[in-house]
């Protein structure tokens, strides 16, 4: 779609209620005209000129898709055939409600230059077609009214689209965050058992290094005192004294390490 990118159209894509009022508009420009022709040939002309026009109208999407230089062609023939149909015998207005439905599909697939240029023309070509049919004044007031009707419904349509894609932006950053938040509590989780296993292991270095050092001194104790039992009873009642101040000491600090792994 001529190589831009979307964010430089007025619109990135049209919705269902757009394409219904698309097709109520060509019908009823169907009617309005061909209610005014007179014969049989003339009243075929315009059939087959406004069947080929929605042919191209319904086959628009498929062709810009494949195509990228086919909207200039596009826009330049629909143009041609709204301005032919101007122009039939009985004058009537109605095939100004044209250029509103090809307004839609200039908001979608064009890039806001371009639109708006053609948006332009299209004016133009309504301004002029409608003051050399029904004078300056007559013929200003109708166009007038057609093109304010015109960019109410294509501004609306932008509006609306645009809102669209903003709400679909907004779900897709909500579930990005919600994917972030989920890593997050992963990420949290795991450093909360890495710090757990760090303290554990801090704990157990801990009671290596003091319980541990102390259980060993009092095996060198109760070794000397089994010793002095049969050297030197009296000191061994006091060596037999300091063994178990050391061993409840001991004990004392394994509760403690131990209590403090407790939740």
């Excluded at 004016?123 to 029904?134: H, I, P, S, Y």
Aim: charged share 15%; with cysteine.
């Amino acid at each position: 779609m001529s190589g831009k990118s979307t964010s430089e159209r007025f619109t990135t894509h049209t919705h269902r209620f757009v394409y219904v009022i698309c097709y109520v508009l060509i019908f009823v420009t169907a009617y309005r005209r061909l209610s005014e022709l007179s014969g049989i040939p003339i009243k075929l002309l315009a059939l087959a000129l406004i069947g080929l026009f929605t042919l191209l109208y319904a086959s628009q999407p498929l062709l810009t898709r494949r195509y990228t230089s086919y909207p200039t062609l596009y826009f330049a023939m629909q143009m041609t055939l709204v301005q032919i149909l101007a122009f039939f015998q009985d004058y009537i207005d109605a095939w100004a409600l044209l250029y509103i439905v090809l307004g839609f599909q200039l908001a979608a697939c064009c890039t806001r230059r371009r639109a708006l240029a053609w948006a332009g023309l299209y004016v133009g070509a309504t301004l002029f077609t409608m003051c050399f049919e029904f004078g300056l004044i007559s013929g200003f007031g109708r166009a007038l009214a057609y093109v304010v009707i015109g960019v109410f419904l294509v501004s609306y349509d932008i509006q609306y689209s645009q809102h669209q894609d903003a709400l679909a932006d907004s779900q897709v950053l909500l579930t990005e965050l919600q994917e972030a938040h989920e890593k997050l509590k992963d990420y949290a989780a795991q450093a909360d058992r890495l710090a757990a296993a760090q303290e554990r292991n801090r704990m157990i270095q801990e009671l290596y290094d003091s319980v541990g050092q102390k259980v060993f001194a009092v095996q060198l104790a109760a070794e000397a005192t089994r010793l002095m039992l049969v050297r030197d009873s009296a000191r061994a009642v006091d060596q037999i004294d300091d063994l178990q101040a050391q061993t409840q000491s001991a004990l004392s600090q394994m509760r403690q390490l131990i209590g403090q792994w407790r939740p």
